[in-house]
């Protein structure tokens, strides 16, 4: 995975630091026009294909295997470009996703 950096090697605000700016001051005047843009986040357990007859077949209680293994680091794109990978947590009885790594390059597309 040489695309691919554990979420550890980013050093809290070192290009901030090297410009000679806060990362409050870097937030406030940079960041704020693009707060309330909307992006779409996917996290992808996993890909299956059949055909159109077994997709027919399936029904309450059907069981759809996945291309991946259990324990498995999954893909969490934004707007269909792989930016991430993560594992599957419980958060107060609800499913959630926490990043473990960054993918540096991002070229992957869904």
Do not use: H
């Not at 000679?20 to 909307?38: Q, S, Y």
């Not at 893909?75 to 790594?101: F, H, K, S």
Request: proline share 4%; hydrophobic share 45%.
């Amino acid at each position: 995975m040489s695309d691919a950096l554990p979420l550890d090697e980013f050093g809290p605000s070192s290009a901030l630091v090297a410009l000679g700016e806060t990362e409050e001051n870097k937030i406030a005047t940079d960041l704020t026009p693009v707060f309330d843009v909307p992006v779409s986040i996917s996290a992808v357990l996993g890909k299956a294909s059949m055909s159109v007859a077994q997709l027919l077949k399936l029904g309450s209680g059907s069981i759809l295997e996945l291309d991946r293994k259990v324990g498995e680091a999954i893909d969490i794109y934004v707007n269909n470009r792989l930016v991430a990978r993560g594992e599957v947590v419980i958060v107060d009885e609800r499913l959630g996703v926490t990043m473990t790594e960054i993918i540096k390059d991002g070229d992957g597309q869904a």
